[in-house]
């Protein structure tokens, strides 16, 4: 009775090793339950909910178990919380990545560069590599060595504007249609309520220039918003 009992608490505890499910078919599918213990358990007590709600934080932990990328680019380092994001996601279930994560020099001035706190949650891991330089020509630079670019996840900050996402996911598009790419700041509002228009409206016009189909699957219930995009 006891050994049933036992085989049953471990039968349990590998269902949600790999929280991937249904390779086979054709839709993304994840065992949510699983990705949601850990993202209450292991994530939110680093990094919280700020800028990433729990919603969000799901779809990114979800990219990375259902795709599993051996590189992940990022630019926009901060403090290194999407970073952070990815290494916890890779260690808890075991996943071989590198994380490049790109940050302006300290020489140039922006309203969200963080200076001395530059990348201080991913400092000293040896899968997450700092750099300094435009995010965009250091990504490309670092993923023209990668043969097999379906292994690559690319992740933006949209910063709510259509400009910057408009060129950064056609230039990432143009090199490779087969990667992956997760957008933040993406959720749409009405054009009347005159914020958060950009990235959607980019994202939308640059996949209908495509000859390529993708999917795009998203957290549209308020702000930021995140999108991921991968072709069919």
Known sequence: MIKKILNKIKLKANIYKDPAKNLNCTEFEVDNWAISRFIIDKIIPIVGVNPYPISELNLMVATL??????????????????????????????????????????????????????????????????????????????CKDIDDRKNILFFLDGDHSYESVSKELSTILNFSTDLKILVHDTFYQSDKANYNIGPYKAISNTLENKKEKFKTISTNLGLPGLTLIYKS
Request: with cysteine.
């Open 65 to 142: 178990t259902y795709f599993k990328p051996k590189y992940i680019f990022e630019w926009g380092t901060n403090i290194g919380k999407s970073a952070r994001i990815f290494y916890e996601t890779m260690k808890h279930f075991n996943l071989k990545c590198d994380i490049f994560s790109i940050d302006l020099p300290d020489n140039i001035e922006h309203n969200e560069h963080p200076h001395k706190k530059r990348g201080m949650l991913v400092k000293n891991i040896k899968t997450v590599k700092l750099i300094k330089g435009d995010g965009l020509e250091e990504s490309l630079k670092l």
